[in-house]
């Protein structure tokens, strides 16, 4: 038994016979670790404890502490990283590391060396030390190095980046930077990576919480040798320039698989690459995690779960209509049904769903794929997007002929859709009689619970945005402040605003006389839907969001 499962038994956190059984196959402590809170034998709080108690250092909580971000930088990222500490706290000749395993002489040794200080260890947790990172550690000031360095290869060799690839190595300048942007992104919960290249200058942005922030710029020296590595990550022709090209790709991150989606675009200056991260660990969503109000959840899950009819969910590009989706096949989906899909590009593999990704060089349209699959006996089918009179038509009568089909279409709201579909030459009838529900949602900050601020608005601004409200007894509201948790933006993560309109009778036959949207959004809220800025306002009110942010994605 090695010394971290010999510390949990005799501390009392594991019983010895359940971890002599995973110790079998385990090769070192950080699997333990990661073995025993998978299998909720421990958390990663009790096995910092555990091994505080073992060794007599003090146990720390990262979570409640408030670290100094120049503290921190006492010790460079890469030792940090090397050997899982962090700096907590420094007095006169003394700095305080957090660490995972305080015994271990040679970190000790290292980062006395490199700080010229008396280190004093103490435990954390793991999870709390890689959330530490996340805020704290970043890789900007290594990129700009790096950046540099494939500059001055590329000019003293005489040669373009591009030719540097051909004897890149796992720690190549131009490998380590591609590396460290998209880790970089990863920890900063980023959902896109820009690759941009200028007159001058390549800029990098990362799109976090649905914000375009600039991230990084370089020498355009160094532009062909960074696309023509993701082009090779990706596996498409790196000597193609003229045209647009995708890819996928995969990296590790945390001992986690992360996929990539890849997009080049030519413009005057060079290829633009735009990567959209897809991080599988977010595919297992409950219907919770989509915050939806009472009435709607309510009136989503009666829709998912009919036997037949088609659900729609509407929105721009980024609003979340994927997670809604699969959200709701996680839902419905069971070894007693027959569930397949449809999609360009396949975003997350899910296992026990059948998928197919369209091909349209190999002849695998849309329309090719749903014929096929109405031949395959489905029972609930996701069309990844309605684009066309052809796919609009076939998932119509798919929905008509007692299958339950999920899909996305590209509208402003709700009442929209009904148009929508009309207008692409769908018959009105058959629209009114397909649709059972139209979900229509938006993606909102969500303000940091750490740093969040109580506030009293006045009257005259609620009464001006239409927030309900009683004049004479003002709600408390909450607003953005910012902390380290945040990075100084008073938010962290997003959350969906939606609408929900189930189709009535009404409804229908005001698509069979083919009435305007206007008509239609004015009957749907008679009916009971709640519009999207009166959902994003009810959030507002539970100290979730902002006015402000409400404001900026609904109207």
């Known amino acids: ?25 385990i090769s070192d402590d950080s699997e333990l670790r990661q073995r025993l809170v998978s299998a909720q034998l421990a958390t990663e709080t009790q096995i910092a404890e555990a091994i505080a108690a073992h060794t007599g250092y003090r146990f720390v909580d990262l979570g409640a502490a408030v670290l100094d971000p120049e503290v921190v930088a006492t010790v460079s990222p890469t030792l940090c990283r090397r050997y ?61 190095d790096l950046s540099e360095q494939i500059g001055e290869i590329a000019a003293a060799d005489g040669v373009g980046t591009t030719e540097i690839l051909e004897e890149q190595v796992d720690d190549a300048p131009i490998v380590r930077f591609v590396n460290l942007l998209i880790t970089q992104a990863i920890n900063d919960r980023a959902s896109d990576i820009h690759i941009e290249p200028g007159e001058r200058q390549l800029t990098v942005r990362y799109r976090i919480d649905g914000v375009l922030h600039e991230m990084q710029k370089a020498d355009r020296s160094i532009q062909d040798g960074v696309i023509s590595r993701l082009k090779i990550m990706a596996s498409i022709d790196i000597a193609e320039r ?22 080049t675009l030519p413009t005057v200056w060079g290829e633009k690459i735009v990567m959209r991260i897809l991080d599988n660990s977010g595919t297992a969503l409950e219907m919770a995690d989509l915050r939806f109000s009472a009435i709607n959840e309510q009136r989503f899950r009666t829709a998912i779960t009919r036997p037949h009819g ?86 119509i009568e798919a929905a008509l002929t007692g299958h339950l089909v999920l899909s996305t279409l590209h509208t402003n709201d709700a009442p929209s859709a009904l148009t929508r579909l009309i207008e692409i030459g769908c018959e009105p009838y058959l629209v009114g009689t397909a649709l059972s529900a139209v979900v229509a949602q938006r993606l909102a900050r969500r303000l940091c619970t750490k740093c969040r601020e109580p506030y009293v608005e006045n009257a005259d601004m609620l009464a001006s945005v239409a927030f309900p409200h009683d004049p004479h007894d003002l709600p408390q509201l909450y607003r953005a402040a910012g902390c380290s948790a945040c990075s100084g933006t008073g938010f962290r993560g997003r959350v969906a605003l939606h609408e929900v309109m189930t189709l009535s009778e009404g409804l229908e036959h005001l698509a069979v006389g083919r009435a305007t949207g206007t008509a239609m959004r004015q009957l749907a809220l008679e009916e009971g839907m709640v519009s999207l800025r009166d959902d994003g306002f009810s959030k507002v009110a539970q100290g979730i969001t902002t006015i402000e942010e409400v404001l900026r994605v609904a109207v």
């Open 310 to 395: 088609m659900v729609l969910v509407t929105g721009p590009t980024g609003s979340g209509k994927s997670t809604t989706l699969y959200t709701a096949l996680n839902t419905v989906a069971n070894s007693r049904i027959n569930v397949i899909t449809v999609e360009d590009p396949v975003e997350y593999r899910i296992a026990g769903i059948n998928q197919v990704q369209v091909n349209q060089r190999a002849g695998m349209t849309f329309q090719a794929a749903l014929r096929s699959i109405l031949r395959s006996d489905p029972d609930v089918v996701l069309v990844g997007e309605i684009r066309d009179q052809e796919t609009a038509t076939i998932s």
């Open 242 to 263: 003229r045209k647009p090209q995708d890819g996928r790709l995969s990296v590790l991150h945390d001992g986690r698989q992360v996929d990539l989606r890849l997009a």
């Open 84 to 144: 899982h500490l962090i700096p907590i706290a420094r007095g006169r000749r003394q700095l305080t590391v957090g660490m995972l395993d305080p015994s271990d002489l040679i970190a000790l040794d290292d980062v006395a060396t490199a700080t010229d200080l008396n280190i004093r260890p103490v435990v954390v947790a793991a999870d709390a030390l890689a959330a530490a990172f996340s805020r704290l550690l970043r890789s900007d000031e290594e990129l700009s």
């Open 1 to 25: 038994m090695n010394g971290l499962a010999q510390t949990l038994v005799t501390t009392g956190v594991v019983d010895a016979d359940e971890i002599s059984a995973i110790l079998v196959d």
